[in-house]
């Protein structure tokens, strides 16, 4: 059957016709552009900056100390919260004040003689991320003291700007229960929990992940 539509009504058919076409199509799901490499945050920890700050409570006083910093890189994924790298803590630099006190803690308690580092492995973070400004996260990890390995959770502030960086976390090791020696006396209770504030500062660097 022949078409009864007049040459003119044809041309004017298309030219509405054809726009309502393309404007349809766009509206239908199109495939993502290629979007470029997420940019990953690189921490890197100043020893010569930086300090571990502990305290330990016990029946007569308050003990309170320091270790000093061995190395310390972190690597984190801003969209996904995963991270990786190491932070590692001199064990034989432990230093409370007292000569024969420190010397018990590290022939008895920490044997730093045989484990001479403290290390910290995360593998992620939670909260908001930013590669600027102040941060207020939960960095989730493994601890290593003493040759083993305990899962930890520590909250972390920092404060990111230009290519450095600083920060502060508080957290208590509840080292007696993780097996190490309870250095209490008959005269002297100590607390079963060391409690460590660390002191931080450092370079940043943000680079397009692989």
């Known amino acids: 059957m022949k078409s009864t539509r007049s040459r003119p009504a044809t041309v004017l058919y298309l030219l509405v016709a054809a726009p309502a076409a393309m404007l349809a199509l766009s509206a239908l799901p199109q495939h993502a552009a290629p979007q470029p490499p997420a940019r990953e945050i ?28 061995k190395s310390g890189t972190f690597h984190l994924d801003p969209t996904t919260g995963k991270a990786n790298g190491e932070i590692v803590v001199y064990a034989t630099s432990g230093d409370s004040g007292n000569d024969s006190r420190d ?19 995360p593998d992620r973070v939670e909260g908001t991320i930013a590669a600027q400004g102040t941060l207020t996260v939960q960095v989730h990890g493994v601890f290593v ?16 700007a230009g290519d450095h960086w600083k920060g502060s976390a508080k957290f208590d090791v509840p080292f007696i229960d993780w097996g190490l020696k309870n250095p209490s006396s008959f005269l002297l209770k100590v607390n079963h929990a060391v409690g460590i504030e660390l002191e931080l500062k450092g370079s940043m660097q943000n680079s397009a992940a692989p």
């Not at 690189?42 to 910093?69: E, N, R, Y």
């Not at 930890?152 to 920092?158: D, H, K, N």
């Open 103 to 121: 010397k018990k803690m590290h022939k008895e308690v920490l044997e730093s003689a045989q484990y001479q580092d403290v290390i910290f492995r």
């Open 42 to 69: 690189v921490l890197g920890i100043d020893p010569a900056q930086s300090k571990v700050h502990w305290t330990l409570g016990t029946t007569l006083h308050t003990v309170h100390g320091t270790f000093a910093f």
């Open 145 to 160: 003291l003493h040759g083993s390995e305990h899962e930890m959770t520590v909250p972390v502030q920092a404060e990111l």
